[in-house]
């Protein structure tokens, strides 16, 4: 997530991630078979 934070706020916008919706993230891309970290970073670039 701080990439993702570092990556918005260099076009001067902010993130705040509450616990709660990180763990949500985290369990909706979850995948045991293939836990690329891409998986998150489609979901926020979408």
Not at 21 to 44: G, H, K, M, Q, W
Request: hydrophobic share 45%; glycine share 2%; charged share 30%.
């Amino acid at each position: 997530m701080k990439d993702v934070a570092k990556r918005l706020a260099e076009k001067g916008v902010a993130l705040a991630v509450t616990d709660a919706a990180l763990d949500y993230v985290l369990f909706e891309r979850y995948d045991p078979v293939s836990t690329s970290s891409s998986l998150l970073n489609d979901s926020i670039d979408k």
